[in-house]
């Protein structure tokens, strides 16, 4: 007897915690017979797939508390919708429209909808503003400064949202798409964090977060992180090949494709002309990027400084060591290895590199 009340008391307990979610959607004539999946944003993990039939889809689970979910269609990246789900929650998602829609009759859904059309009126706003300027002849720095009350009062929109909806998913989702624009430090996000109830799960927060702490390992007065890659050649490479030996070394994270990193490398080759030799040198690291590109642009930009290559599935990623989301990322190493400055660009790197080598 004392047993089956054990099973009994534990089956009440199960049932208590755990209850089911629907979500019903909607799909266009392409997408019919195309798989569509539920990815966990927690685990990143597929929870469930189903087909496109007669323009609908449709899943059925248990959940014992919020969870959010990715629904894409034939795992394509443009064709996706975010879903929160909570116990006995009824949500609709529709993706015959331009843009899929998701609603849940006044739920977490809903009020990520209403955060997101408040963002978006906001900005249509801003975005005539600025056209009108533009037509009085402004210039780009006077209207950033008379547009910038507008623009806080977006980030407030978010703000605000994630602060009035920290006790649910709501809030974490909308920490998870402003994290990295908002907090600039590891210690501003981590204040955040602390009030956010389900921000740990989410995994690109997580993920996020671990770029912060990356990034303070690597932030100026720290020892520099070792990385390995490949010569143009195609030997093996590693940074403390060059840092760490004696001299100054300016490193330059880039990518053939990306245009900011174009607008730095005659300034780079300027230094490496000026300063190269026992003393100094440049160093490209090139990222993000497909071999044959990167080897073209070597020739077509006219550089001749020293370049590790980094392969897309190296198994050290530079830019995950150093924290790095943008390129171009320049850093100056000191002869010890440790890192001076990050962040350089143009008449202040020139400057400082200058200033160490006087």
């Not at 990222?287 to 980094?310: C, H, M, N, R, S």
């Amino acid at each position: 007897m004392r047993i089956l009340s054990i099973i009994a008391l534990s089956a009440l307990a199960l049932s208590a915690t755990t209850q089911s979610y629907h979500i019903t959607g909607k799909a266009d004539e392409k997408s019919e017979g195309k798989m569509v999946y539920l990815v966990d944003q927690n685990t990143l993990t597929y929870a469930d797939s189903c087909v496109v039939k007669d323009g609908a889809f449709e899943f059925k689970g248990d959940a014992n508390d919020q969870c959010l979910f990715e629904l894409n269609i034939n795992k394509n990246r443009r064709n996706k919708a975010y879903v929160i789900v909570e116990p006995n929650s009824n949500v609709a998602v529709d993706f015959s429209g331009r843009a899929a829609s998701v609603t849940d009759n006044g739920g977490l859904n809903d009020k990520v909808t209403a955060i997101n059309d408040a963002v978006t009126t906001a900005g249509n706003a801003v975005n005539a503003k600025i056209q009108q300027l533009q037509t009085e002849g402004k210039s780009q720095k006077e209207i950033s400064e008379i547009l910038n009350p507008d623009l806080e009062a977006i980030y407030d929109i978010y703000r605000n949202a994630i602060e009035e909806n920290k006790d649910n998913m709501v809030g974490a989702y909308i920490l998870g798409m402003v994290a990295n624009q908002f907090y600039t430090t590891l210690e501003e996000l981590d204040v955040v964090l602390a009030k956010v109830k389900y921000a740990n799960n989410i995994a690109a927060i997580r993920k996020g977060r671990e770029e912060y702490v990356k990034a303070a390992a690597t932030q100026a007065g720290k020892m520099f992180v070792d990385f390995t890659g490949l010569t143009v050649d195609g030997q093996a490479s590693k940074l403390s090949d060059y840092v760490g030996k004696g001299q100054y070394v300016l490193v330059d994270f880039w990518a053939s494709w990306c245009g900011p990193c174009q607008g730095e490398i005659p300034n780079l080759i300027e230094l490496q002309n000026k300063f190269g030799g026992e003393k100094f040198t440049v160093l490209g690291v090139n990222v993000w990027d497909e071999e044959e590109k990167f080897k073209a642009a070597l020739t077509e930009e006219g550089i001749t400084y020293p370049q590790i290559f980094v392969p897309r599935n190296n198994k050290d990623n530079a830019t995950e060591l150093y924290g790095i989301k943008g390129i171009p990322q320049i850093i100056l190493f000191g002869p010890d290895g440790v890192i001076i400055k990050r962040d350089l660009r143009g008449e202040a790197m020139k400057a400082l590199v200058e200033e160490k080598l006087k």
